[in-house]
């Protein structure tokens, strides 16, 4: 990066006032380890109660580390929240972090974006650089630039549910999308104390490679889903292939196990917003069309394979039968239900007249979720069940006592669309086991 350096305003500490627009898993992950790495940070966001919350270090998300990285930066006054963006005025980076989600007609709804940008409008001070963490479609990282008569910078974050201090610590790359100098030797000092590749890039480039990297993981995912399918037909074994595979390194061994499907709060959202953008552009991703219809054909393969282990026949009637979920999340290690595969296959089930109860670690108190009851105890998952299906890959199945659980069953017949358990300590338990690809 160009030896300049612009903007430092606190003496020669290479610290920065940062100012973080939102306070999501993102915004709140971002401001809490900058205020870590030694920047002084304020956090604003439009939820008064939330700011409140955070004010007082109560942290309404669940991500391993993060309640202590906010009490650590209030301890030592390097993090502040707020809810007016005037805060921010003598801020030298401002990021922002507002959701874009799945517009009506799958793009991204930048409502929440261009809120923040009418907010900060004749706010922010002269040079404050302008970083888009948010994944946006092409091109709105120059309008942001545009609208605010700011540089502007691409700067993506690659930050998995469960695991965001960890990624934003530990990042696999630190992508700056900008032409303009000054500002990405800021952003690139924003982020000295981590050690990472830095790529300098167009800012459409940073912004397209956030969409690519995203479905390329669904992509991934999907090709194993329907291995698995492949699997069971030609009497292979998912795990011996997926084993094989990851050991190229070419392929590598992460996003090779087969699931009901992939969901959350991204990969569903930026398969769309990349297959739109490519059919604007006149680009026909049918690669990627096909892994979005693969998705949702695995959403009926679990719902098939449901009924066959529990009926007896792909064709057999559901109706009236009690079945037990076993996870309800996306995926495990987070409390996120949404755009949950899991919830997908519950509505299924339900509209065929089964009867659900479900039991997930990770789903809050507060969750209301659809068409199941939600239990605290699993046993209570399998008490006169005519079926258990395991959703979400939560550790602790593994350890329950399904012994316990088959004389609970009216049926012990368990359906692991995770493939998390041992099939062979499953059947000395008593149970009928299907698994996927196995
Ligand atoms: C993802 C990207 O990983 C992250 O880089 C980006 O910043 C945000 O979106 P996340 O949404 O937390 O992170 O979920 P991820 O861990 O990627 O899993 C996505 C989905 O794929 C989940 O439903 C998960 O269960 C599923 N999955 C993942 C599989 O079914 N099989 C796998 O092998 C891996």
Redesign the pocket.
């Known amino acids: 990066m160009p030896d300049t350096v612009s903007g430092k305003r606190d003496g020669d500490t290479g610290a920065y006032r940062v100012g973080v627009v939102g306070a999501g898993y993102v915004g709140l992950t971002s401001a809490a380890c900058l205020a870590h790495l030694g920047h002084r940070v304020t956090c604003v966001d439009v939820d008064e109660p939330k700011v409140q919350a955070l004010r007082g270090g109560d942290v309404p998300i669940s991500e391993p580390g993060l309640p202590e990285l906010v009490a650590e930066g209030l301890r030592e006054g390097r993090l502040s929240f707020g809810s007016e963006h005037a805060a921010l005025a003598s801020a030298d980076v401002v990021l922002l972090c507002v959701p874009t989600p799945t517009g009506p007609d799958g793009d991204a709804d930048l409502g929440a974006f261009d809120r923040a940008l009418t907010g900060l409008h004749g706010t922010l001070a002269p040079g404050c650089a302008v970083v888009i963490k948010s994944t946006v479609p092409v091109g709105t990282t120059e309008r942001a630039g545009r609208v605010l008569g700011l540089p502007a910078v691409s700067n993506p974050?690659?930050?998995?549910?469960?695991h965001a201090v960890h990624d934003f610590l530990h990042p696999d790359r630190i992508v700056i999308g900008t032409a303009d100098g000054d500002a990405a030797d800021r952003v690139w000092r924003l982020y000295a104390g981590l050690d990472a590749p830095v790529l300098h890039t167009a800012t459409a480039s940073a912004e397209l490679a956030k969409y690519a990297?995203?479905a390329f993981?669904a992509l991934k995912?999907s090709y194993?889903n329907v291995l698995a399918e492949l699997c069971e037909r030609s009497g292979a074994d998912i795990a011996e292939v997926t084993a094989t595979m990851g050991l190229d390194e070419r392929i590598g061994p992460?996003?090779?196990?087969?699931?009901p499907?992939?969901?959350?709060?991204?990969?569903p959202k930026d398969t769309r917003a990349l297959l739109r953008a490519a059919d604007e552009a006149g680009v026909d991703f049918a690669v990627l069309a096909d892994a979005v219809a693969a998705n949702t054909h695995q959403h009926d393969r679990v719902v098939t394979k449901v009924r066959e282990a529990v009926t007896g026949s792909a064709g057999g009637s559901l109706a009236g039968m009690r079945l037990g979920l076993l996870g309800l999340t996306?995926?495990a290690g987070?409390d996120d239900l949404r755009e949950s595969?899991a919830l997908v296959i519950a509505a299924r089930l339900a509209a065929e007249g089964a009867v659900l109860t479900a039991y997930d670690p990770g789903a809050r108190g507060t969750a209301r979720p659809e068409h199941v009851q939600l239990v605290d105890d699993p046993g209570l998952v399998a008490k006169d069940a005519a079926g258990i299906v395991l959703l979400t890959e939560w550790p602790q199945f593994r350890e329950l006592d399904w012994a316990q659980l088959a004389e609970l069953a009216e049926q012990p017949t368990v359906v692991d669309c995770r493939n998390l358990l041992d099939p062979a300590s499953l059947t000395e338990a008593g149970f009928t086991y299907r698994g996927l690809g196995r």
Request: glycine letters at 18%; hydrophobic letters at 40%; one cysteine or more.
């Open positions: 974050e690659f930050l998995r549910e469960g990297s995203n993981l995912v194993v992460a996003f090779l196990s087969p699931g499907g992939w969901g959350g709060s991204c990969l996306f995926k987070t595969p």
